[in-house]
């Protein structure tokens, strides 16, 4: 299940014990952030997005908050979505069902699960990821966190952990993950295609690709 733990020898070397994740907390909208990446694993499996490692450290020395200030959270836009997504039950679900045997109280669950994943997950990178942008062709200018940063079969993953996953609004979560796909292409200059999107909880996970997607603004 721990997958990271197969190559975690070869991985780790020439890293300093305790210095293999690196932290940084930001605040934004009132609400506090833990941005981790893994050092080892974006090394070793990131090579071939270069642009992304850049973004990912950049938020070394700190995330302005003034980015945060104007426009709309991802999680607070709507769109009218029509996109094909594909529902199962992988890997991200049954680490996602171990980690929460660690939680006590459901404020904890979203820091839990991201940590678990960030050091056993050998697809895993990065967590609350900081993004921004303005979307000229919706005339938005959107924000949020990425919960999860996957990196796995050459694309680029990104996951959101829902409580109830089947129970949530589907254009809702559609909306969010297709906007935080949106602003990291446009941040990294990496297109479209090569992104993956998803939601979900310990025991479904949904999927689609975020390219595929065709909208029209709605905000809540």
């Known amino acids: 299940m721990c997958s990271f733990r197969k190559i975690r020898d070869e991985a780790l070397r020439g890293f300093k014990k305790g210095n293999?994740?690196?932290?940084?907390?930001?605040?934004?909208?009132?609400?506090?952030?833990?941005?981790?990446?893994?050092?080892?694993?974006?090394?070793?499996?990131a090579s071939n997005y270069p642009s992304l490692v850049r973004y990912l450290k950049r938020f070394e020395s700190g995330c302005p908050s003034e980015m945060f200030e104007g426009g709309e959270r991802?999680?607070?836009?709507?769109?009218?979505?029509?996109?094909?997504?594909?529902?199962?039950?992988?890997?991200?679900?049954?680490?996602?069902?171990?980690?929460?045997?660690?939680?006590?109280?459901?404020?904890?669950?979203?820091k839990v699960i991201e940590e678990f994943m960030l050091i056993n997950d050998i697809a895993t990178v990065a967590c609350e990821i900081p993004i921004w942008l303005w979307e000229?062709?919706?005339?938005?200018?959107?924000?949020?966190?990425?919960?999860?940063?996957?990196?796995?079969?050459g694309r680029i993953y990104i996951l959101d952990f829902k409580p109830n996953a089947a129970q949530e609004n589907e254009q809702?979560?559609?909306?969010?993950?297709?906007?935080?796909?949106?602003?990291?292409?446009?941040?990294?200059?990496?297109?479209?295609?090569?992104?993956?999107?998803?939601?979900f909880d310990e025991k479904i996970y949904y999927e689609f690709d975020p390219a595929k997607v065709k909208t029209e603004t709605k905000k809540l």
């Not at 836009?77 to 997504?85: A, G, Q």
């Open 20 to 45: 293999v994740v690196f932290t940084n907390s930001f605040e934004h909208h009132g609400l506090d952030y833990e941005f981790k990446y893994h050092k080892a694993k974006l090394k070793k499996f």
């Open 136 to 153: 000229k062709n919706m005339d938005i200018g959107v924000s949020g966190h990425i919960d999860i940063l996957q990196i796995r079969q």
């Open 172 to 199: 809702k979560a559609v909306s969010q993950l297709y906007l935080y796909a949106l602003g990291l292409s446009f941040r990294t200059g990496i297109p479209l295609r090569m992104f993956r999107c998803a939601w």
């Open 74 to 110: 991802c999680s607070q836009l709507k769109l009218n979505v029509n996109v094909k997504k594909s529902i199962g039950r992988n890997q991200a679900c049954k680490l996602a069902e171990i980690a929460l045997k660690a939680v006590k109280n459901n404020r904890q669950k979203h």
